[in-house]
């Protein structure tokens, strides 16, 4: 009868371990690999260079949106804040109407 002590569980992890290790460089490997073909092509369809006032024009649009988001986001927690100030005072003339 063979009866498997500790050591067969250890020798299991160890060569587990190993497979891991290799796997991981591997993946790694694979990855630097796509790096690099990711970088030997240039991105095609974007222009190099922008045309005259077109930069302006996309950092006008962005503060505008910075803008609308900000009211929005200050709308929405005015909204918020009185919504939840309305439930607080309807639970506390509840409360002193059932406690009166």
Known sequence: MNVMGGEGH???M???TKQN???LQERRD???DLVEKMNEKPLTGYPNK???GEMEQIERDIKSREHDEKVYYTRFMFAFLGILLLVMLVAWGMWRMLGA
């Open 10 to 12: 250890v020798f299991d």
């Open 14 to 16: 160890i060569r587990r």
């Open 21 to 23: 290790r290799k796997m």
């Open 30 to 32: 694979r990855m630097k």
């Open 50 to 52: 922008l045309a005259e």
